[in-house]
Nanobody, 124 residues
Framework: QVRLVESGGGLVQAGDSLRLSCAAS????????VGWFRQAPGKEREFVAA????????YYGDSVQGRFTISRDNAKNTVYLQMNSLKVEDTAVYYC?????????????????WGQGTQVTVSS
């Protein structure tokens, strides 16, 4: 059974940093495209970042480009999202997701495994 578990969320102030983790069981992250998405109340799920499995190519949403970094530790079967210079508008539930292959790496519908989410709240 595949399970993705996010952790590391919390309440921080604008300008602070947080690192989210996503630990996987039941699949080997190194073979999967892994993405981070977020959803704020009343808004659609938004693409944040993704990393290809074998090339290591990374992709970022426009709103987080230059502030967030996705990385993975294959030995720990864990993916990270380092978030720097956090803004109030980054407040959302953050989800990690995985898929073996997709033609739409920025589209949430392309992923078939999801974690339960972790809340990130940024205060002004």
């Amino acid at each position: 059974q595949v399970r993705l578990v996010e952790s590391g969320g919390g309440l921080v102030q604008a300008g602070d940093s947080l690192r989210l983790s996503c630990a996987a069981s039941g699949l080997t992250f190194s073979s999967y495209i892994v993405g981070w998405f977020r959803q704020a109340p009343g808004k659609e799920r938004e693409f944040v970042a993704a990393e290809q499995s074998f090339t290591g190519s990374t992709y970022y949403g426009d709103s987080v480009q230059g502030r967030f970094t996705i990385s993975r530790d294959n030995a720990k079967n864990t993916v990270y999202l380092q978030m720097n210079s956090l803004k109030v508008e980054d407040t959302a539930v953050y989800y990690c997701a995985a898929v073996l292959a997709t033609m739409e790496i920025r589209n949430a519908k392309g992923y078939n495994y999801w974690g339960q989410g972790t809340q990130v709240t940024v205060s002004s």
